[in-house]
């Protein structure tokens, strides 16, 4: 299990790292395209995170990452996450 609170993680679109604050679901939400295009079919159950880029970094507000399952794949595409508590060390 990739995804937890105090996770660090970064996206495969290079962004990040971030930690996780918050986590939330499993949910079946409907991704975000498919429900302003009027197709309200259920996604596969994911999780929503809450988190903020590591202390220090250029920012301190909230970001959101959505439509994950815990083991860091996207449920909408090809996106996914990777730990990124190794990388912060050096």
Known sequence: MLLRVGACVRTNYNTGPYVVKK??????????HDHI??????SKPHFHMVVRLI???RDSYDHYLNGYTLDGHSV???DCLTDAS???LF
């Open 23 to 32: 986590l939330t679901g499993p949910c079946t939400c409907v991704e975000y």
């Open 37 to 42: 295009n009027g197709r309200e079919r259920p």
């Open 55 to 57: 202390e220090g970094r």
């Open 76 to 78: 909408w595409g090809n």
């Open 86 to 88: 190794q990388y912060e």
